[in-house]
């Protein structure tokens, strides 16, 4: 027996265009939080960061390749850590789809993440990815953009991500629907994916930051984490239109080329 509800094409239309109705104000609500966001003062940054990236040594300055405005999505890859973290890559998939035009229209766009050049480079021919992406090393970008944690903030409870402060155990990862193969069962899959424990999982964090450059100095515009980043992950768009939407139990995505692996 068939599971949902059906009805006639009549039914079907009438329904639509009651929805149409919520999803037109939702793009017009959309509009003014962007508007809303383009609205925040911005924060000069005075502090030296430099990374790592192919053409050498670079500042944030330097990041922005002649653009006046910079992104930077803030990818979960720790030094120790034998992979990138997996949800991070999915949303990666995307990137060089989009930087390119990005480029074209006065915003630069890196990823960042703490592991070495080197491993981020091996990372990349890996998943065929072209994306500029850039190692902070052992400075203070991670930590000062609230994406990395040390050991004693995590056991501490001082761990602040996503403009709150968390309990000294928290669950990232547990599905809104509460259903089974979330929380710490999720958490540790996902750690295993990258090569580590959870705990060592949980103190890199996800995020996008933005920056302009205007009259030769950087400020800080905005940034974004957890949920936050839903706008990124291209695949949650695309489920949230398919008949079953999300339909997800547990961690059901892989790296684009462990698919079909065991």
């Given at each position: 027996?068939?599971?949902?509800?059906?009805?006639t094409?009549?039914?079907?239309?009438?329904?639509?265009?009651?929805?149409?109705?919520?999803?037109?104000e939702?793009?017009?609500?959309?509009?003014?939080?962007?508007?809303?966001?383009?609205?925040?003062?911005?924060?000069?940054?005075?502090?030296?960061?430099?990374?790592?990236?192919d053409?050498?040594?670079?500042?944030?300055?330097?990041?922005?390749?002649?653009?006046?405005q910079?992104?930077?999505y803030?990818?979960?890859?720790?030094?120790?850590?034998?992979?990138?973290?997996?949800?991070?890559?999915?949303?990666?998939?995307?990137?060089?789809?989009?930087?390119?035009?990005?480029?074209?229209?006065?915003?630069?766009f890196?990823?960042?993440?703490?592991?070495?050049?080197?491993?981020?480079?091996?990372?990349k021919?890996?998943?065929?990815?072209?994306?500029?992406?850039?190692?902070?090393?052992?400075?203070?970008?991670?930590?000062?953009?609230?994406?990395w944690f040390?050991?004693?903030?995590?056991?501490?409870?001082?761990?602040?991500?996503?403009?709150q402060?968390?309990?000294?155990s928290?669950d990232?990862?547990?599905?809104?629907?509460?259903?089974?193969?979330?929380?710490?069962?999720?958490?540790?899959?996902?750690?295993?994916?990258?090569?580590?424990?959870?705990?060592?999982?949980?103190?890199?964090r996800?995020?996008?930051?933005a920056?302009?450059?205007?009259?030769?100095?950087?400020?800080?515009?905005?940034s974004?984490?957890?949920?936050?980043?839903?706008?990124?992950?291209?695949?949650?768009?695309?489920?949230?239109?398919a008949?079953?939407?999300?339909?997800?139990?547990?961690?059901?995505?892989?790296?684009?080329?462990?698919?079909?692996?065991?």
């Open positions: 027996m068939i599971s949902h509800k059906t009805g094409r009549e039914e079907w239309l009438k329904a639509r265009i009651e929805l149409l109705k919520e999803e037109k939702l793009t017009r609500r959309g509009d003014e939080v962007a508007r809303k966001r383009r609205e925040l003062p911005w924060v000069r940054i005075d502090k030296e960061y430099r990374f790592e990236a053409e050498g040594s670079v500042s944030l300055k330097d990041l922005f390749l002649g653009r006046s910079l992104i930077v803030h990818f979960m890859f720790a030094p120790d850590w034998q992979a990138g973290c997996a949800s991070c890559s999915m949303i990666a998939d995307a990137f060089d789809g989009s930087y390119i035009h990005l480029a074209n229209h006065d915003v630069m890196w990823a960042v993440s703490r592991a070495p050049l080197a491993k981020l480079q091996a990372y021919r890996r998943l065929g990815w072209t994306f500029p992406w850039a190692s902070s090393g052992g400075g203070d970008f991670n930590a000062d953009f609230n994406v040390t050991e004693s903030q995590q056991r501490d409870g001082e761990i602040e991500y996503n403009y402060r968390e309990p000294p928290s990232l990862f547990r599905w809104r629907n509460g259903q089974e193969g979330g929380g710490d069962s999720a958490e540790a899959r996902l750690a295993a994916m990258s090569g580590t424990d959870v705990a060592s999982y949980h103190r890199d996800p995020g996008m930051s920056f302009v450059l205007e009259e030769g100095a950087v400020y800080h515009t905005y974004s984490y957890a949920r936050g980043l839903d706008p990124l992950f291209g695949v949650y768009h695309w489920l949230d239109r008949p079953k939407g999300r339909n997800e139990t547990g961690v059901w995505w892989r790296r684009h080329d462990e698919y079909g692996q065991r």
